[in-house]
């Protein structure tokens, strides 16, 4: 069965607490991103990869960091320099730039 | 740089209606312009991709979209609502990156 996982489905991060949150895809496509949604601001990229072993930064990497190891997944850690990381965290693959891209479906963090 | 803008943070109409829900965008290239529809703490599905050829794309679900270059517009429309259109619609624009309008929420009554 071909698609995107992301798990957990619920987290909870304590104050100080690094949390990962996982992507994983059967599709086959190159390219992952991760975006964080706010109720009433839409998706905002967070980080990015269009090939294994290299990752760029979104428009709110700060507090967060990524590995490509596999071309199947793609991992998020909130570190414990995002202060504000209740959210819902969205996974999404793609075959590149200006290509659609699919969606997982999501995580939500929330902070104990 | 590119951008888009949803007019209308929320949409209501009665089962049956026309649904129509705005969509403009900027861009300095031509653009390839998406539709997607987000049901509650589900990720986001593919409703229709506009990619530079039928200005006029049709989607799942009965959905459609126009793309007028004049207007630098793509709105979104469905002759008829149903009750299980109830959702929010986020209108996006592609550069390197997709571009996410701040969504329209959708409601049907009976």
């Known amino acids: 069965d071909g698609g995107i996982t992301q798990s957990p489905k619920y987290l909870f991060r304590k104050e100080g607490q690094n949390v990962t949150l996982s992507c994983e895809q059967n599709?086959?496509?190159?390219?992952m991103y991760w975006y964080r949604q706010d109720p009433g601001q839409g998706l905002r990229l967070i980080y990015y990869s269009q090939i294994v072993n290299d990752f760029q930064k979104g428009d709110i990497a700060e507090g967060y960091s990524v590995s490509r190891e596999k071309k199947e997944s793609f991992p998020l850690t909130v570190t414990s320099a995002q202060k504000n990381p209740t959210a819902f965290y969205l996974c999404?693959?793609?075959?590149?730039?200006?290509?659609?891209?699919?969606f997982g479906p999501g995580t939500r963090l929330l902070v104990l | 740089a590119q951008s888009v803008t949803q007019l209308g943070s929320h949409v209501s109409v009665s089962e049956g209606a026309l649904v129509l829900l705005r969509c403009n965008y900027s861009?300095?290239?031509?653009?390839?312009l998406f539709w997607y529809v987000q049901y509650p703490n589900q990720g986001l599905q593919l409703l229709l991709k506009?990619?530079?050829?039928?200005?006029l794309v049709k989607g799942i679900n009965g959905f459609e979209a126009e793309f007028k270059k004049s207007e630098t517009s793509f709105h979104l429309t469905k002759p008829s609502a149903h009750m299980s259109d109830a959702a929010e619609y986020f209108c996006a624009v592609s550069d390197y990156k997709l571009i996410f309008g701040t969504g329209t929420r959708l409601q049907v009554f009976p």
């Open positions: 506009y990619t530079s050829a039928a200005t």
């Open positions: 999404a693959t793609g075959q590149g730039a200006r290509e659609t891209q699919y």
């Open positions: 861009s300095s290239v031509p653009p390839y």
């Open positions: 599709l086959n496509h190159d390219a």
